[in-house]
Nanobody, 117 residues
Framework: QVQLVESGGGLVQAGGSLRLSCAAS????????MGWYRQAPGKQRELVAQITSGGSRNYADSTKGRFTISRDNAKNTVYLQMNSLEPEDTAVYYC???????????WGQGTQVTVSS
C-alpha cells in the first residue's frame, strides 16, 4: 500500500551534479530506513546509500565523499545529492523503504542517471 515516486534523474557530463528525490506515500506509520540502490547494465543491484529515521548514514565506498543522502521525516522524502559524477555512476537508481513491520520492503520504479565522458 506504499508508493515511492522518484525524480531528478537525467543526463549530465562527468564532473557534474544531480539531486534525486524520493517521496513515499500510503499506509506508513513507521519507517526504519530509506535508501538508494543502483543497477548498471550487466551488473547486480548495489547499495548506494541509506539513512535511518535516527539519521545514521551508510555509503558505498565508491560514492563516499561525493554523494550525500538526507531525509525529511515529516514529508517521508529522501534525497541523494550526487556531485563529481563519473561515467561509472551511470545506472538506474532505485529508492527503497524499509518499514518497522516484518515484510514492509518497498521499491520505486527507478530513475535513469547517465554520465557522459
Amino acid at each position: 500500500q506504499v508508493q515511492l515516486v522518484e525524480s531528478g534523474g537525467g543526463l549530465v557530463q562527468a564532473g557534474g551534479s544531480l539531486r534525486l528525490s524520493c517521496a513515499a506515500s500510503g499506509s506508513i506509520f513507521s519507517i526504519n530506513t530509506m535508501g538508494w540502490y543502483r543497477q548498471a547494465p550487466g551488473k547486480q543491484r548495489e547499495l548506494v546509500a541509506q539513512i535511518t529515521s535516527g539519521g545514521s548514514r551508510n555509503y558505498a565506498d565508491s560514492t563516499k565523499g561525493r554523494f550525500t543522502i538526507s531525509r525529511d521525516n515529516a514529508k517521508n522524502t529522501v534525497y541523494l545529492q550526487m556531485n563529481s559524477l563519473e561515467p561509472e555512476d551511470t545506472a538506474v537508481y532505485y529508492c527503497n523503504l524499509l518499514g518497522s513491520n516484518l515484510g514492509d520492503n518497498y521499491w520505486g520504479q527507478g530513475t535513469q542517471v547517465t554520465v557522459s565522458s
